[in-house]
């Protein structure tokens, strides 16, 4: 799985106890071809975990994301620790479709899902 991602749908979402940004590429018939799921969960005792998951494979824990940056239509992932699931890759660049609607969900969802790693940029 390479580092770098571009997707054309972003969304928003909120369910019990998880906060989630999911970007995803779909196709011309409207079916999900390839995604990224961003989730940050807080449990009962209030101890936070942030997991991503790409096409089904999934990993994360308290101290997944080092930095995150958004700036435009590209958000960066720095990760504390190089990924397995990437390759040894420390780090995730996201790019997504400037629309109007994805603008929203990232607007609505950075912060709540990023929360302190988002050091720069705007929405």
Do not use: C, W
């Amino acid at each position: 799985m390479p580092g770098t991602r571009h997707y054309d749908t972003v969304a928003f979402d909120v369910r019990d106890n998880t906060t989630m940004l999911f970007f995803a590429q779909t196709t011309s018939g409207g079916d999900i071809d390839d995604y990224l799921l961003l989730m940050r969960t807080i449990e009962e005792d209030f101890d936070e975990s942030m997991y991503i998951e790409i096409n089904e494979h999934q990993f994360g824990g308290h101290d997944l994301i080092r930095e995150a940056v958004l700036l435009g239509n590209t958000l960066t992932l720095k990760l504390h620790e190089a990924a397995a699931e990437l390759d040894g890759a420390t780090q995730i660049t996201i790019t997504y479709a400037n629309t109007p609607e994805n603008s929203k969900s990232i607007e609505q969802g950075a912060f709540r899902v990023l929360g302190e790693t988002l050091s720069g940029g705007n929405a």
